[in-house]
């Protein structure tokens, strides 16, 4: 693309760094803030720049906060004794939205990933590990995608628990609620019929 | 959305004022920063808050910038006594990438419609006006989208020069290069069939 204007391009080269950004989107999303006020422009500038120069996580959790501990880990009407353990903030948003679950998160802040040179270390696994010794913890749920990382994560995990005292267990694969038995796909209704539950079980939660 | 901190709840908000980026697109977006190093969100937002603040128009053809006159006007090799009238600057981009036009552009910065609150008086029509009256202009080529707004500034602007010595010409409208006619609509058909040019014209631009 040949622009008129150096700024323009500069603005667009850095907004098309954004994944899913191509080079005409981001022409459209700075054409469209030159047509708002100058404000508008500002305030996103400044909000970015503020998260990420000031971003804290929770040192107990890891989820991302704007003080020390974040507000499920200080909140005591939670069930310290039960750890859910995702990927990222996304999911503990997306679980605490079905407002089921009253434990706690541990948030890996990945999984391992080798072709994206994610490892173990790169993950919050010793700092679940340790916490886990600590013996407060009774029970852990591993709620990592159902993907090849997601499980090389989850056996990773289960692997290093070995020895300590702690229920281990993944949340239940199965056929989605409202779905067709017909258009699922045979690994997902396979494991469903393995993993079949009580029927009384089914009213446990609504 | 239920945000754990309130810095990112105000990041994400700001993005998805952004067209066509919602909640769930500003999160990712913003996540991705947070795992970005610190200096490419400062580039970007020093990018951004740059061209809103010292973005410049040219004053001869209204197209963005960086200095008073843009590099397209002041080329002296462009033939000034063409002008091509178009939209925003993505059209004169569009336009210079065909590399077969040599003439100056006036952008319009918009086109008549109603429906979003512009008027003539919110595009730079007047002064397109002006600029014929000082008699340099011999062609003006109105390269408008065409849907109903383009066609209704066509008008508009055509009715604005009535009795002004200036040819004026729409760009031709037909069957797209490489198109198949069974593919083609109706009314795109029925016009390049009325608006047929001698064949050996088609060599012309080649």
């Known amino acids: 693309m040949d622009f008129s204007s150096k700024l323009l391009e500069n603005a667009v080269y850095e907004m098309s760094q954004l994944p899913g950004i191509g080079k005409r989107t981001a022409l459209r999303l700075v054409l469209h803030m030159l047509k708002q006020p100058e404000r508008q422009t500002e305030e ?3 909000a970015l720049v503020k998260l990420r120069s000031t971003i804290q ?3 107990k959790c890891h989820n991302i906060s704007d003080t020390e501990l974040c507000e499920i880990c200080s909140n005591p009407k939670r069930d310290a004794s039960l750890v859910c353990v995702v990927e990222d903030i996304r999911d503990v948003m997306a679980i605490e939205n079905t407002s089921q679950y009253r434990g706690l998160y541990h948030v890996l802040g990945g999984k ?4 994206e040179g994610m490892g173990p270390q790169e993950l919050t696994i010793s700092s679940l590990v340790n916490k886990v010794k600590e013996g407060e913890i009774k029970e852990l749920i591993l709620a990592l995608s159902s993907t090849m990382e997601g ?5 990773y995990i289960f692997k290093q628990l070995e020895g300590l005292e702690v229920l281990t267990s993944t949340i239940a694969r199965g056929i989605a609620v ?5 258009y699922a796909d045979e690994v997902t209704l396979g494991r469903s019929i393995l993993n079949r539950i009580p029927f009384e079980g089914t009213f446990n939660n609504n």
Chains 1, 2 share one sequence.
């Not at 391992?112 to 072709?115: D, G, Q």
């Not at 499980?151 to 056996?155: A, K, L, V």
């Not at 409202?178 to 017909?182: M, Q, V």
């Open 44 to 46: 996103l500038s400044n």
């Open 178 to 182: 409202g779905d067709e038995l017909e």
């Open 112 to 115: 391992i990933s080798p072709m």
């Open 57 to 59: 996580f929770c040192k």
């Open 151 to 155: 499980d090389t994560t989850n056996f």
